[in-house]
């Protein structure tokens, strides 16, 4: 890396390489991780054991991550000053070595329109957030069909609200988008009307459903859900969403209305189902009929509702992970923010975490040491020993310390 002011890279490792849409990954990959702010630091320390602990017992220490440290958030401004709180080299970095973890990182302040997250997806071009919901037993399920869920939102990052706009009722550019809305629809709009404007193109909803399906054939799911309010304003990414099904993946996607046609309702195998519902319908399935649900595919701001919608019936969002992605870097983390409340007192669930960690092992490939986590993990659950905020929902459970936890998970992956 050129000009590098705080960030060393470890002596011992090598870079991931991508070619084409391959990584290239050595037995001593270099791995930039951010610890994030709030209970950041906490979860990570407990993460970083489970991870080198399945990666060395899976591989018998012939592998190993090597781990580079690089800042964002309140310890990138103390590092940096000037509040430098997304330095250069963060980002320089991480496209540098395509593959990346971070803990949660918190905005400036509530309103103040600066998401530090947004900030670190958007410099990188992540443009698809996939967070997989999934329920394991031992975690305090709240619907009856709770043990059905295991489903996969992905979500476009760039786009919807995220690079909207508002226009304050009164401003002087308020009134005139009033003035050019009522003109052109004919309509009575008044001046204390507060106007907001999201963004949906071709392009960004085509790449996001190509990954969709790209992920759906890779993880052998059967079906990808467009979810959508094409009754109001959605109608266009809906569209796009097949037009990019028939472009991309022909072959192995079919729409509900060809299996019926031509297949008489039975779907070949290796296909994956194509399908569209009402944001409406989706979040009723996920409370009465969770597997009518695979692979669901949505706007950002929807995918987000969805999978905190979901996330409350597994556990909460303590334990759901998310990979952001673009077509060459993966960067991995937990879905929640950064609980401020917790910090410093060893009482975090480090699960969403940990399961982002695994991920990102089956990100490049390392897949022996992600199913020594999951398995661990599950043993964990089962045995009902778990952190504060699991404990306080499960009968006979033993309320143990984010560090704990993290000693636990790797107790049981022997």
């Not at 071709?202 to 467009?226: H, P, Q, Y």
């Not at 929807?302 to 998310?322: C, E």
């Not at 990979?323 to 937990?334: E, K, Q, R, T, V």
């Not at 089962?382 to 499960?394: A, E, G, H, M, Q």
Request: hydrophobic share 40%; net charge positive.
């Amino acid at each position: 890396m050129a000009k590098v002011k705080h960030v060393t890279s470890p002596p011992n490792g090598v870079k991931i390489q991508v070619e084409g849409d391959k990584l290239i990954v050595g037995d001593h990959p270099i791995i930039p991780f951010i610890e994030g702010d709030g209970i950041g630091p906490e979860i990570w320390k407990a993460s970083r054991l489970v991870l080198d602990s399945a990666v060395k017992l899976a591989y018998s220490g012939k592998k190993r991550i090597e781990w580079m440290e690089v800042y964002a958030g309140n310890k990138a401004a103390e590092i940096y000053g000037n509040r430098r709180r997304l330095p250069g080299e963060t980002v320089t970095a991480i496209k540098e070595y395509s593959v990346a973890i971070n803990g949660p990182l918190a905005s400036l302040r509530e309103g103040s329109g600066i998401d530090l997250n947004y900030q670190l997806r958007h410099a990188l071009d992540l443009f698809a957030c996939i967070r997989p919901v999934k329920y394991f037993n031992g975690l305090p399920g709240n619907l009856k069909n709770s043990k059905k869920i295991d489903i996969v939102i992905i979500s476009e990052n760039l786009e919807d609200i995220s690079e909207g706009f508002e226009y304050k009722a009164g401003s002087k550019s308020g009134k005139e988008i009033i003035n050019y809305f009522n003109s052109l629809n004919k309509t009575s709009l008044g001046y204390d009307t507060s106007i907001g404007i999201k963004r949906i193109s071709e392009f960004g909803t085509m790449r996001l459903i190509k990954k969709a399906i790209e992920f759906a054939i890779d993880n052998k799911r059967e079906s990808v859900t467009i979810t959508h309010k094409s009754n109001l304003t959605e109608d266009s990414f809906r569209n796009w969403a097949y037009k990019a099904a028939k472009m991309f993946l022909p072959d192995q996607t079919i729409t509900e209305q060809e299996l019926i046609a031509k297949y008489n309702g039975k779907k070949p195998k290796g296909m994956i189902l194509m399908k569209d519902r009402l944001t409406d319908k989706v979040l009723q399935d996920i409370l009465l009929n969770p597997e009518e649900l695979d692979v669901v595919v949505a706007p950002g701001v929807t995918g987000n509702f969805l999978a905190t919608a979901s996330s409350t019936h597994v556990g909460g969002l303590g334990v759901i992970p998310l990979a952001n992605l673009s077509y060459s870097i993966g960067l991995f983390g937990p879905i929640h923010r950064t609980v401020e409340e917790f910090e410093g007192k060893d009482i975090a669930n480090p699960t969403g975490m940990i399961q982002a960690g695994v991920m990102m092992l089956e990100y490049i490939s390392w897949n022996k040491a992600a199913k020594l986590i999951t398995i661990a993990l599950k043993r964990s659950l089962k045995s009902k020993t778990v952190t504060k905020d699991l404990s306080r929902f499960i009968n006979g459970a033993k309320s143990v310390k984010c560090s704990r936890f993290a000693q636990e998970i790797v107790r049981n992956m022997n």
